[in-house]
C-alpha cells in the first residue's frame, strides 16, 4: 500500500542519511539525480506567477544555504509565527547546521526561485516533505503571497510524491491561516477537517475530480 505524509510546521532541517555496513553512509541518489543536483535541474519546472514573472521550481540543495537565510530574514513576523506556531528573530538552530543529504524519496525539498536580468536569483519560497517522523511544510515569502507561488509549489511536490508512492498528506494549519487553507482548496484535492481547538487536522488524499487517477 501506499504511505501517508502529514503537513506540519517544522524547522526548515531537511533529510536524513541512512547507513552503509562499509562506509557508515548509504548513497541515497543515483546517478542520474546526482548529476542533475550538480547541474541545479533536479525537479526542475519553469512556471508562472500571478503577473507573469518566470519562477523556477526546483530541488533544494546545500549551496542554497545563504538564499535560505534570505528568505527567512525576508518574511514578516505574522509569516514566520504561521510557519513555525512562535515568534523567532531568527532561524531555528536546527536549520542553521549544514543541510544533510535529501534522498528525494523520503525527504524532498523545492524551491521557488526568481531571477531577474543582471541580478543573483533569490529564493522566493520552499517547500518540503519527511517521513519518520511524517510531516511536510511550505512558505512564500511575503511579498510573492497572493501570486500562486504556493499552490505551484504544493501540486509539484503532489507529482513527485505519488511517484515515490506517497497516497497523500495530512495537515495541521491554523484556524486563522486562511491563505494556507486556500492554498490546500485551490490546488484542487478533496479535503476532510476536523476542528480541533484552533487547529484544523485535514486529510488530503492525491485525488482530483477529472484529472488524477487515485491509483496513478
Same mark, same amino acid.
Given at each position: %500500500?501506499?504511505? @501517508?505524509?502529514?503537513?506540519?510546521?517544522?524547522?526548515?532541517?531537511?533529510?536524513?542519511?541512512?547507513?552503509?555496513?562499509?562506509?557508515? &553512509?548509504?548513497? &541515497?541518489?543515483?546517478? +542520474? /539525480?546526482?548529476?542533475?543536483?550538480?547541474?541545479?535541474?533536479?525537479?526542475?519546472?519553469?512556471?508562472?506567477?500571478?503577473? %507573469? /514573472?518566470?519562477?523556477?521550481?526546483?530541488?533544494?540543495? *546545500?549551496?542554497? +544555504?545563504?538564499?535560505?537565510?534570505?528568505?527567512?530574514?525576508?518574511?514578516?513576523? *505574522? #509569516?514566520?509565527?504561521?510557519?513555525?506556531?512562535?515568534?523567532?528573530?531568527?532561524?531555528?538552530?536546527?536549520?542553521?547546521?549544514?543541510?544533510? $543529504?535529501?534522498?528525494?524519496?523520503?525527504?524532498?525539498?523545492?524551491?521557488? +526561485?526568481?531571477?531577474?536580468?543582471?541580478? +543573483?536569483?533569490?529564493?522566493? %519560497?520552499?517547500?518540503?516533505?519527511?517521513?519518520?517522523?511524517? =510531516?511536510?511544510? !511550505?512558505?512564500?515569502?511575503?511579498? @510573492?503571497?497572493?501570486?500562486?507561488?504556493? $499552490?505551484?509549489?504544493?501540486?509539484?511536490?503532489?507529482?513527485?510524491?505519488?511517484?515515490?508512492? &506517497?497516497? %497523500? !498528506?495530512?495537515? =495541521?494549519?491554523?484556524?486563522?491561516? /486562511?491563505?494556507?487553507?486556500?492554498?490546500?482548496?485551490?490546488?484542487?484535492?478533496?479535503?476532510?477537517?476536523?476542528?480541533?481547538?484552533?487547529?484544523?487536522?485535514? $486529510? &488530503?488524499?492525491? #485525488?482530483?475530480?477529472? =484529472?488524477? =487517477?487515485? *491509483?496513478?
Amino acid at each position: %500500500g501506499r504511505r @501517508w505524509t502529514s503537513y506540519g510546521v517544522p524547522p526548515l532541517d531537511v533529510g536524513r542519511v541512512a547507513e552503509d555496513a562499509v562506509t557508515g &553512509i548509504k548513497p &541515497i541518489l543515483g546517478f +542520474e /539525480a546526482l548529476f542533475e543536483r550538480a547541474l541545479g535541474v533536479r525537479f526542475e519546472k519553469a512556471v508562472e506567477a500571478a503577473g %507573469g /514573472a518566470p519562477v523556477r521550481l526546483r530541488a533544494l540543495l *546545500e549551496t542554497d +544555504e545563504p538564499k535560505l537565510n534570505d528568505l527567512f530574514y525576508n518574511l514578516s513576523g *505574522e #509569516t514566520v509565527y504561521k510557519r513555525y506556531l512562535a515568534p523567532l528573530s531568527r532561524r531555528p538552530r536546527r536549520s542553521l547546521q549544514a543541510l544533510p $543529504t535529501l534522498d528525494d524519496t523520503n525527504h524532498l525539498a523545492l524551491v521557488a +526561485e526568481h531571477q531577474q536580468p543582471g541580478k +543573483e536569483s533569490e529564493l522566493l %519560497g520552499v517547500a518540503r516533505y519527511h517521513l519518520d517522523p511524517s =510531516d511536510v511544510a !511550505f512558505v512564500v515569502r511575503d511579498d @510573492w503571497q497572493g501570486k500562486g507561488l504556493g $499552490t505551484v509549489l504544493l501540486r509539484h511536490l503532489v507529482e513527485i510524491a505519488k511517484q515515490n508512492g &506517497i497516497a %497523500g !498528506f495530512t495537515a =495541521d494549519v491554523q484556524v486563522d491561516n /486562511a491563505a494556507m487553507m486556500h492554498t490546500f482548496h485551490r490546488a484542487g484535492y478533496d479535503l476532510q477537517s476536523k476542528l480541533d481547538g484552533s487547529i484544523y487536522h485535514l $486529510t &488530503i488524499p492525491f #485525488t482530483r475530480s477529472g =484529472d488524477l =487517477d487515485p *491509483e496513478s
